[in-house]
């Protein structure tokens, strides 16, 4: 009877790893996992109020129209592993709607990643903890007060 039980404990454990297929489509909802393999590059980050901190006079809710010194990049190894880089800023409100970003250093991390095609986990990075894909991109969303981030946006190269 113990056989038995231990035996139906195992199977019980296998199950979910037997069950799965191999293949990595995600049907049309999602990314496969070779599908994010590379270089994905920061394109956009968004603000939850446009600004002008550039001075040219247009208004933009995406920082990266409007300062020079943020980047960042995210790069998904075939082996599940990633590397990380993205520049470190801070935003002060001065008055009169005015604005002011402060870059200093960068922030980086690696470790492994595993996506469902919808979703991307970090494991490795409290900064990154869990990515949303959309189209071709992969977005962090923050949801900051104003005048804060609401999401970071990144493209494949």
Known sequence: MKKINSLSLLLLALFPILSCSDDDGNGDNGFSSAA???TWDLV???????VDLDGDGQLSSNLLDEETCI????????DTTYQYEQSNFNITAI????YY????????STGAWASDGNEIAFQGSV???VLQLDGNRIIKN?????PGVESYVYEKR
């Open 127 to 129: 900064t990154l903890d």
């Open 101 to 108: 970003v402060d870059c200093f250093g960068t922030n980086s």
């Open 36 to 38: 994010l393999v590379g």
């Open 71 to 78: 980047s960042g990049t995210l790069i998904l190894k075939d």
């Open 44 to 50: 956009e980050v968004n603000l939850s109020a446009a």
């Open 95 to 98: 008055t009169n709607n005015q």
């Open 142 to 146: 923050e949801d900051e007060e104003l």
